[in-house]
Structures are given as C-alpha cells and as structure tokens.
C-alpha cells in the first residue's frame, strides 16, 4: 500500500507547476508536463492526494521513488516537498526538482548537483523552507520573455515550442531517471 511507513522511499522527484486545467499547457508547468512523460515513460500515475499535492510513486532500478506536483502553486512549492521530506526522512541530496528556466532556449534542459534559485520563485521556496541548496534538477528551457515575465510564463507552448517542449518532457524524463540510476555526474554529462 503507498505510505504504508517513513522512510520507505530512496528518493523524491517533485515536478513543479501550478494546479488546474487553465496552467496545463503553460511554460511555466514544463515540471508538469514531464510528469506526465515520466509516467508514461515508467507505467505509473501521479493520481493521489497527499502533503499538498498529486503523488504517486515508481520503481527506478532498485529504487521506490516517491514522485509529487505541489498542488501549492508555484511560489508555495517547498511546503509541499518538505512535509513529504519530513515524513519519509528523504534526505535533500535525494530530491530532485524539475522546473522550467527562462534563461535557456525552449527545450534545452541544464542538470545541476544544486545551485541557487536564479530568480525562479518555486526554487527558491524549496530551498527556504527545505534546507538549502543542495539538491539536484533539472530545468528545462521555457524561451527567454518576449513580453512581461509573469505573462510568458503563464502563456501556452505553439506551434514548434509545443513540439520543441514534448521532446523535451521526455528527454527531462529520461535524465531524472539516469540521475536516479546513475548519479549526477554521468546525467550531466550525457544531458547537459
């Protein structure tokens, strides 16, 4: 049974966005949609209510990995991710954070082993109120403004950027995985 005991999940992966149908498609749920990817990628369902947010989980190698989209909001995303921490004593070198970042080209995607929010609000409410910096991601490219910020974030993917951005789910899937399997090195290495 899912949450049947602390302490029974290797790792976390929480997918950020914002919650309901009018955010689905937009820049700023590039989290969410690879989600989505990684589900159909592994078999599994984010489905369930728990810790502020749709949870599920997925067997990576030898590794049970709880998988979360903060139902928070953006900005509030580290209440969710420290409360499932908290229960599951995930230590945060073994979370990991998938995000959309304006400062790289749509679809391109920048593993890190930790680093600064760089501007990103639901980064940076994870490392307040998670413990620091210290946890690996993945971002993916979202295209630099071509209006005011909050309006392009919220704005849908068209045209080449929707495609652009599916490649990217998936290829952001698959390094989460390899990040799990393993480590942050070798991921960087064959997706940065």
């Not at 030898?62 to 928070?72: A, C, N, S």
């Not at 229960?87 to 930790?114: A, M």
């Not at 993917?157 to 393993?182: G, N, P, Q, T, W």
Request: hydrophobic share 40%; charged share 25%; proline share 4%.
């Amino acid at each position: 049974m899912l949450f049947s005991r602390p302490g029974k999940y290797g790792y976390i992966v929480a997918f950020l966005g914002n919650p309901g149908a009018r955010y689905a498609q937009t820049r700023h749920n590039a989290g969410f949609i690879t989600g989505d990817a990684f589900c159909r990628r592994l078999g599994c369902k984010i489905d369930r209510a728990k810790f502020h947010a749709l949870t599920g989980e997925a067997r990576v190698g030898e590794q049970k990995v709880l998988l979360m989209k903060p139902q928070t909001y953006m900005n509030d995303s580290g209440t969710a991710l420290r409360e499932a921490m908290s229960f599951y004593k995930v230590p945060l070198d073994h979370v990991i954070v998938v995000s959309d970042d304006i400062s790289l080209p749509v679809g391109k995607l920048r593993v890190r082993r930790s680093g600064s929010a760089g501007g990103h609000n639901g980064l940076k409410d994870i490392i307040a109120k998670c413990g620091g910096e210290g946890f690996p991601r993945v971002k993916i490219g979202i295209g630099q403004p071509e209006h005011e910020l909050i309006d392009w974030v919220l704005s849908a993917f068209h045209d080449e950027d929707a495609v652009r951005m599916k490649e990217a789910a998936d290829r952001a899937a698959a390094a989460v995985e390899s990040l799990i399997l393993y480590g942050v090195d070798k991921t960087m290495n064959d997706y940065n």
